[in-house]
């Protein structure tokens, strides 16, 4: 970690009674830092706001926080954001503390430079073991409740792959493990339904601006065995083509294509 800033003060430790820590009692988004300018960064604010208020969160104020992460961003020319914020530590059990307010942790992180060097050649992808549960309380939520996201990562070291396709209880496809996921379908680009499962990303949510005709349907695996070509993304790794799915060799040429769109846009956010 290169910089943490904790309530305002340059510090890396937090409240032993924080509700983040005690019961994941927030949300947090994670950004890309290029030439010193937090990539979308209206998205990310906005995420962050409308996140809190849905959990009902005192939320920072939006104008404030866009100078505050653009002041820290300014002092690195390639990294990784990621802002926390939770409910206002105190309360008794589940209950919040009268006080209504909010704790925030602002982190800069090295940027995994990885990402840009197996760009070219694609990432490979298998099937997690594991599903996800239906949750339309938190629906599309970056929420702090990530234990099904920790379960899977631990899985995916126990087998020979850079990512894992993961489906709910229902055996709906829904994402990989930290990124949304993209399937080039009868010549047409389509993505999971994510009202019920999942994280409706800033990447997810740029690229349906970017390519208005893309399907957001309910995908099974099946019609993902049929895909052409498949991408991953997320805010940080942009968009990952992928080059195999299980035992399938995949094309690409059509992700690379949405890469280079999506990055010509990078640099006019």
Known sequence: MQFCLVNGIEQSHIDIESRGFAYGDG?????????????????????????CKQLGILAPHQQQLRY?????????????????????SGGRGYARSSSHGHDIVIMVHDYPMYYDEQANSGFTLGLSAQQIGINPMLSGLKHLNRLEQVLLRQELTTVAVDEL???????????????????YINQCWQTP????????????????????????????????????????????MGVMPIS??????????PALLVRKIMLGEEYNV
């Not at 994670?30 to 960064?41: D, E, N, S």
């Not at 409706?200 to 005709?213: S, V, Y």
Request: proline share 1%; hydrophobic share 45%.
């Open 244 to 253: 195999q799915f299980i035992d399938k060799k995949l094309s690409i040429e």
């Open 27 to 51: 949300l947090f988004t994670t950004a890309k830092i290029l030439k010193g300018q937090v990539q979308y960064l209206t998205s990310h604010v906005e995420r962050l706001v409308l996140g």
């Open 68 to 88: 505050q992460l653009s002041d820290i961003a300014k002092n690195y020319s390639l990294a990784v954001l990621k802002v926390i914020i939770s409910a206002k």
């Open 193 to 236: 339904n994510v009202t019920q499962s999942g994280v409706d990303g800033i990447m997810r949510q740029a690229i349906l601006r970017k390519i208005p005709e893309t399907k957001v349907a309910v995908l099974t695996l099946e019609n993902l065995k049929t895909a052409q070509s498949i991408f991953i993304c997320n805010s940080v």
């Open 165 to 183: 396709v993961v489906t709910n209880v229902n055996g709906a496809v829904i994402e990989a493990i930290s990124a949304n996921l993209f399937c």
